[in-house]
């Protein structure tokens, strides 16, 4: 059974701290893994990462896939209160059509 | 700009009702998925659609059923709620996974069964 495991489940930092979110997964025929933000509403997208040692950056958020030992990172520097939000990591397999989601980390940034 | 919309963004009904709960995307895709979200438990996958009528069960099927009688349209129905379907219902769609791109989620909808 395919299982993708997020940790923490939950955090808390201050405002200005750097956060690192993980990823662990295992899973048939691995196409690619997704990085979604969730606020009280519709998760959005973050990052698709296909290729191991190879990170994706947007402002002060990345992240990097290590394929060889089925884990991905995604960290956030210099935390705002609008980082808040549950991160959700998902994975693709060539094998369905469906993305299996992990439980989702929840990310509060305290003033 | 992508849009995946539901009907509601929240519902209450009674225990026994048949709920509707329908999806729209306007971008064309192949696929679309509904999952629910529960606290502890996250996204967890009911059905999906790979085309026009093709409907494939998820992890959770159990007390639902759907509709695709139109490529941008999916719908889910609960032939008859419960308390423990109580949940946000969250619809997707992508594109055909060969092409490998993201999914698309619409605003959830919050349900609650009473």
């Known amino acids: 059974e395919d299982k993708v495991v997020q940790s923490p489940l939950s955090l808390v930092v201050h405002e200005g701290d750097t956060v690192t979110l993980n990823c662990s997964y295992e899973v048939t025929n691995f196409r690619s893994l997704l990085w979604y933000k969730q606020e009280k509403k519709a998760p959005t997208f973050l990052f698709m990462l296909?290729?191991?040692?190879i990170e994706k950056k947007s402002g002060r958020l990345s992240s990097i896939l290590d394929k060889k030992e089925l884990f991905s990172i995604l960290n956030i520097t210099a935390t705002q209160t609008g980082d808040s939000a549950v991160y959700l990591c998902?994975?693709?397999?060539?094998?369905?059509?469906?993305?299996?989601f992990g439980k989702g980390t929840s990310l509060l940034v305290t003033p | 700009d992508v849009k995946v919309t539901q009907s509601s963004r929240y519902l209450v009904k009674r225990t026994g009702e048949k709920v509707f709960l329908e999806c729209v995307q306007d971008m064309d895709h192949e696929n679309m998925f509904w999952y629910r979200q529960d606290p502890g438990l996250g996204l967890r996958l009911i059905y999906f659609?790979?085309?026009?009528?093709?409907?494939e069960k998820g992890d959770i099927p159990e007390g639902y059923s759907v509709s695709r009688e139109k490529k941008e349209r999916f719908s889910l129905i609960l032939e008859s709620a419960s308390t423990n379907q109580t949940s946000m219902y969250l619809c997707a769609s992508s594109f055909d996974p060969n092409m490998n791109t993201e999914a698309f989620f619409g605003q959830g909808t919050r349900l609650t069964v009473v």
């Open positions: 659609s790979y085309d026009v009528k093709m409907k």
């Open positions: 296909t290729s191991s040692g």
């Open positions: 998902a994975v693709a397999t060539n094998s369905g059509y469906a993305l299996n």
